[in-house]
């Protein structure tokens, strides 16, 4: 089969579109003709060894231990292993397979069937492939860690990209007033998918203006853990999803402490836990319409190192999607 293949840390450069081994499932496993995949921050991490850490888990100090990348994924179920109880051959499905070894940008990947479901009926395979890793994120950041409740105000810092498309959807339809902040030509995209206030960061700081949230989820952007903490109400939670690293450590490591102090909640999510159960939340919503996957740009799979110098860039609008097999040529 074919495949981006990194058999070295570094910028985008290293990918290589080779020819390799199809693999073959275990019994837990299916085998997956992926017709999409996602670029994802977690996959630039990884390409580039950097931070360093990614080297530690899973692994390779001096070269990648995992030479495929790609955790989103959707495509057709193509083999099952014998232990595989819930999928068939031909079932169409989506998945994340960031703790599985990942390996979605090739023609074929295996995946434990715990880490994919359905694919939303509703969903092209380029649509379903934008949703597992970030959609996910954006919920268990809100749900889980935020503890989102109806009638709340809540912030997305960073909300135009990726995770912030599907933060922005996710926090509304738990009936919240949400502002977005954004940069000047996203304003209209953020409006688009229902945020009630949009600020410019351009022209506005959100630290600045007065006015304070119960609940504010940290995406991307600059601020420190004070400006998160006064632009607070007084039980008001801040959770870090993403942004820098010494910020993401910050959270993590003073966020507890910082807490207590103010009387206000202050923490990191770390990583998202992948599992099917909130693939199936984001199968409901997706095919409800209450959340819509927005794409910013879609690459063939050969160009997928043209993708990630897209999305190294920091200014995706939505997510970027990998197609590796078009509908028309799987005759759907
Ligand atoms: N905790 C987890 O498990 C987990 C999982 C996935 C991702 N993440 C993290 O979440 C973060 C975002 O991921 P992503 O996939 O959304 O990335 P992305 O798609 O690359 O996000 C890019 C977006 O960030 C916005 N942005 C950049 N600088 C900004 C600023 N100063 N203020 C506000 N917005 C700004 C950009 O908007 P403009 O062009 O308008 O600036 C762009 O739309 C990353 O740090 C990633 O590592 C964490």
New binding site residues.
């Given amino acids: 089969m074919k495949a981006i293949v990194n058999n070295e840390y570094g910028l985008p450069d290293v990918l290589k579109f080779e020819e390799v081994e199809t693999p073959t499932p275990k019994d837990n496993e299916v085998l997956i003709k992926v017709y999409a995949a996602a670029a994802?921050?977690?996959d630039w991490f990884f390409l580039t060894g950097k931070p360093f850490m990614v080297r530690l888990d899973p692994g390779g100090l001096r070269k990648p231990k995992t030479t495929i990348l790609g955790s989103d994924v959707a495509g057709r179920v193509e083999a099952v292993g014998k232990g595989v109880t819930q999928f068939q051959i031909g079932d169409d499905v989506y998945g994340d397979l960031s703790n599985s070894g990942l390996g979605a940008f090739a023609e074929y990947v295996t995946a434990p069937e715990n880490v994919i479901t359905h694919k939303p009926e509703n969903l092209s395979f380029a649509e379903a492939a934008a949703v597992p890793?970030?959609g996910v994120?954006a919920l268990q950041?809100i749900r889980d860690h935020g503890g989102i409740q109806p009638g709340q105000k809540v912030l997305i810092?960073?909300?135009?990209?990726?995770?912030?498309t599907f933060a922005v959807q996710i926090a509304k339809s738990y009936g919240t007033e949400v502002t977005a902040?954004?940069?000047t030509?996203?304003m209209e995209l953020v409006r688009s998918i229902g945020a009630d206030h949009v600020i410019d960061?351009n022209k506005e700081d959100f630290a600045q203006n007065g006015q304070l949230y119960d609940l504010i989820i940290g995406?991307?952007?600059?601020h420190s853990l004070s400006d998160y903490k006064q632009s607070l109400n007084p039980e008001g939670t801040y959770v870090c999803?993403?942004?820098t690293v010494p910020h993401?450590f910050q959270s993590m490591i003073l966020g507890p402490l910082m807490s207590k102090k103010a009387g206000k909640t202050i923490k990191g999510?770390?990583?998202?836990k992948i599992n099917q159960k909130d693939l199936i939340v984001m199968k409901t919503l997706l095919e409800a319409g209450t959340v819509v996957p927005v794409i910013d740009h879609c690459f063939p799979l050969n160009e997928t190192d043209e993708a990630f110098r897209y999305?190294g860039k920091?200014?995706?609008?939505g997510?970027v999607v990998i197609t590796v097999l078009q509908a028309n040529e799987a005759g759907i």
Avoid: E, F, Q
Wanted: proline share 0%; aromatic share 2%; charged share 10%.
């Fill in positions: 994802n921050v977690g890793t970030s994120t950041g810092n960073g909300a135009s990209g990726g995770v912030g902040v954004c940069s030509g996203k960061y995406v991307n952007g600059t999803i993403g942004g993401i999510m770390g990583s998202v999305l920091g200014h995706a609008k997510k």
